[in-house]
């Protein structure tokens, strides 16, 4: 059986009220009195009732993280480190999975489900910059991702255009001229896509090497079979380039496999840089040079971010949102060594 406040309080030799006080964090405690009463909730392995705890509070004790789409290494790894951050503070999370549709996304700001949590880590992908006053939700929301900027909720993202300019400016400095970018949107601007093309294009600019259309690569989704079809697709059209820029791991690995089908040499014809730094680009052969973009930075903080709104709302305070932009750097491995 649990062993209760009534236990820990008579081999203590105090009330009930002072066991709860030092339990819960109460700060005027004698310094006697809390040794005793930790010393009897180790002695007795004593665990708080959250749920009990939670309820009295008004809350359930749980998050929800939204996704869109799980079958991406990247956003499963990044479950898997919003989780283990969650659970370090004693919250558990739900996951929901919007495959990117802008209607499901749109639902489930709406949804009566979102009572079940007490806020939401959310990652938007079919919704837009548009979209951004359907952030003005009524509880704690931690934005990720690149779709929207400057939104009505706290926004925890990374630096896309420095870092895809510094993942272009490492290929210029290796001696690589002609680099095709693929995993581009046509037509985006705000989004990953966008913003990564963008900061391949300054790099280019700032090195004097003339932008050309013809290496740009266009994919729908970000999966490994977008890459490879991309990539038959430039060599079929006889495009010259001697780097490739991935817009994402999975993308570029796809690319990868077709190159490798193709006869050209990784990295002595083509070098190759991916974006995201997921587990598998230490194991790829070649091992995948690539864009760390501070994904675990990205999980604690968003963690963080949304439990001190939680707070702030519970004490009937609103401070202006935040944002707040992960660090990044080039991880070098075998497809794309050091000059």
Known sequence: MAVTLREVAELAGVSIKTVSNVVNGYPHIRPGTKQRVEAAVAELGYTPNLTARNLRAGRSGAITLALPDMGLAYFAELAAQVIEAAEATGLIVQLEHTAGDRDRELELLRSARRHSSDGLIFSPLGMGQDDAQALAVPYPLALLGERIFDGPADHVTMRNQDAARAATEYLLASGRRRIALIGAHQGEVIGSAGLRLWGYRAALEAAGVPFDPALIGYTGLW?????????????????????????????????????????????????????????????????????????????????????????????????????????????????????
């Open 223 to 339: 999966h490994r079979a977008n890459g490879a079809d991309t990539m038959r697709d430039l060599l079929a059209r006889g495009v010259e380039f001697d780097a490739v820029f991935g817009l994402n791991d999975t993308l570029t690995f796809g690319a990868m496999r077709v190159l490798q089908e193709a006869g050209r040499r990784i990295p002595d014809d083509v070098a190759v840089m991916g974006f995201d730094d997921i587990e598998e680009a230490q194991y790829s052969i070649p091992s995948l040079t690539t864009v760390h973009p501070g994904h675990g930075w990205i999980a604690r903080t968003a963690v963080e971010t949304l439990i001190a709104r939680i707070a702030t709302q519970a004490e009937g305070l609103n401070p202006p949102p935040v944002t707040r932009l992960a660090d990044f750097s080039i991880i070098v491995r075998e497809s794309a060594p050091a000059a």
